[in-house]
């Protein structure tokens, strides 16, 4: 799997005319050899030169734990001492594949520190962002991972069922979210985010859940998400306790129509800033254009946001196997907010929800 995504990101190389890419701990380096790197003062760098071979510097104390990923499966391993200088392991390698003037992809996340450093040891490269590489790869997903992407989704679904017997008058946002926390456990490996925003506070987009307690009549945002198998889920619905506040059911009725809406426009052909204006003029017409404050989504994969924004400009045009959130919202300051969240995978004649809880506003008594 992961030789084939070494391969893929050579290919796109050759074609870009970059001669090798330079990637450190995070979701790039996972894709590729499968390691999840501490993000370290100790430098951690996957060397792949489009033409030669790949190598994995990590600190000598980290050699183990990047034998155990499996990542020597992939690629050769050069453990550096605490006395080596191991941006010279860095040059080696691309000294080796011919690659040390040339132009070289480094990780979008990589740190300052080392892209400084690396900048300095070699005076003749030209640089340009590692994501001219890996958003090749990682843009549009494969079977595997939109099953896995399924199965989160899935997951995260089984949870929202349960906020009906955990949501009451009285109990605080952080009570909520900690019960939340555990049920996102029952089937994913790690929380990502928990956000139970309620009242006033569900106005704010990505308010911190936090002491206040639920009263009747507040309008709860509730938006969650987790890792599962290395695939993120990222969900919302909005509860109401005790009863729906004045108003609230007409704003969730234009945010129902705006998500369905834009959920059915998704298919190959349309475009990413497309399906965001579609959501929006629905919110518009109805007099929320000015409250509906963000994006209407991003994309989703090993990491909780990446590539393709759904956003006025982004004139991505949709293909199979890309994956994104799909989560129009609208929030009025100082009395209540909603937004509906699912992800959407573009399959070869249209859309495919990851997600299948109804969308309709939850009373909790
Ligand atoms: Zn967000
Ligand atoms: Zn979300
Ligand atoms: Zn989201």
Known sequence: MSDQRLRRAQQVMAAEGIDALLV???????YLVGYHALPLERLTLLVLPADGEPVLVVPELELARAEDSGAADHVPLAAWTETQDPISLVTEALRAAGAQGGKLAVQDRL??????????????AAWVPGSRVMRELRLRKTPEEIAALHA???????VHAAV????HPGRTEQQVGRDLAERILDDHDEVNFVIVASGPNSASPHHETGPRRI??????VIDIGGTRQGY????????????????YA??????EQAQQAAVQAVAPGFSAEAVDAVARSIIA???????FLHRTGHGIGIEEHEEPWIVDGNTVVLEPGMAFSVEPGIYLAGRYGARIEDIVVVTPDGVARCNHRPRELVVCP
């Open 24 to 30: 450190g701990p995070g979701a790039d380096l996972r």
């Open 111 to 124: 740190w300052t520190a080392f892209t400084l450093g690396l900048q300095a040891a070699l005076p003749a």
């Open 152 to 158: 989160a989704g899935a997951a995260i679904d089984a």
């Open 164 to 167: 009906p017997e955990l949501l």
């Open 215 to 220: 009263e009747p009549g507040d309008a709860v």
């Open 232 to 247: 993120c889920s990222d969900m919302t619905r909005n509860y109401a306790v005790g009863h729906v506040p004045e108003g």
């Open 250 to 255: 007409a704003v969730h009725a234009v945010l």
């Open 285 to 291: 017409a109805a007099g929320h254009g000015p409250h």
